[in-house]
T-cell receptor, first 116, second 114 residues
Framework: NAGVTQTPKFRILKIGQSMTLQCAQD?????MYWYRQDPGMGLKLIYY???????DKGEVPNGYNVSRSTTEDFPLRLELAAPSQTSVYFC???????????????FGPGTRLTVL | AQSVTQLDSHVSVSEGTPVLLRCNYS??????LFWYVQHPNKGLQLLLK??????LVKGINGFEAEFKKSETSFHLTKPSAHMSDAAEYFC????????????FGAGTTVTVRA
């Protein structure tokens, strides 16, 4: 199993450009998540999905959009890139959301995005 | 709302000496607690988790953590540090107040001296 894969690994954008960060998992997990990690900070949840066709906002959703057309894929879209979106983006997946069960999240290697 | 505070932003240890990373949590419900490790330019990897079973939790690579409800703490320890332990460590809490979504601490960077 490849686990959680993310592309690209690195990207530099100009202000106002748009791009899609790709995320895929091959573990048949229902739940998928997008986080951003800023220097000296923990991860902040951007969006999450509890299954194909169902998405919801996390803590910091402004400036981003997501879709979930299949169980495997969960792309993150930046429409008008801004310097404040310079960050490292992590995708994750889990089988369950329950706190008492196997809700371990598996993380991808990250995408390092710089907006200039 | 749930939250965690990692009490040290940086910890420096000599190889072969013990490692202690401190984490306090806040939760109004029965929390699940996790420690994740992130090596440079890598994704996060689960070290160990507490989900209301045994309070002393053993993880991978010789790490363990003890859940202390009276102190609202979940400190991570390792008896003998190895050079490969140099990484960033995140304490994470999850409970039903936030639909079991994860709340991350700010992280502790561990440096291991030869």
């Amino acid at each position: 199993n490849a686990g959680v894969t993310q592309t690209p690994k690195f990207r530099i954008l100009k202000i106002g450009q748009s791009m899609t960060l790709q995320c895929a998992q091959d573990m048949n997990h229902n739940y998928m998540y997008w986080y951003r990690q800023d220097p000296g900070m923990g991860l902040k949840l951007i969006y999450y999905s509890v299954g194909a066709g169902i998405t919801d906002k996390g803590e910091v959703p402004n400036g981003y959009n997501v879709s979930r057309s299949t169980t495997e894929d969960f792309p993150l879209r930046l429409e008008l890139a801004a310097p404040s979106q310079t960050s490292v983006y992590f995708c994750a997946s889990s089988y369950l959301l329950s706190g008492a069960g196997n809700n371990e999240q598996f993380f991808g290697p990250g995408t390092r995005l710089t907006v200039l | 709302a749930q939250s965690v505070t990692q009490l040290d932003s940086h910890v420096s240890v000599s190889e072969g000496t013990p490692v202690l990373l401190r984490c306090n949590y806040s939760s109004s419900y029965s929390p699940s607690l996790f420690w994740y490790v992130q090596h440079p330019n890598k994704g996060l990897q689960l070290l160990l988790k507490y989900t209301s079973a045994a309070t002393l939790v053993k993880g991978i690579n010789g790490f363990e953590a003890e859940f202390k409800k009276s102190e609202t703490s979940f400190h991570l320890t390792k008896p003998s540090a190895h050079m490969s332990d140099a990484a960033e460590y995140f304490c994470v809490v999850s409970d039903r107040s936030n639909d079991y979504k994860l709340s991350f601490g700010a992280g502790t960077t561990v440096t291991v001296r030869a």
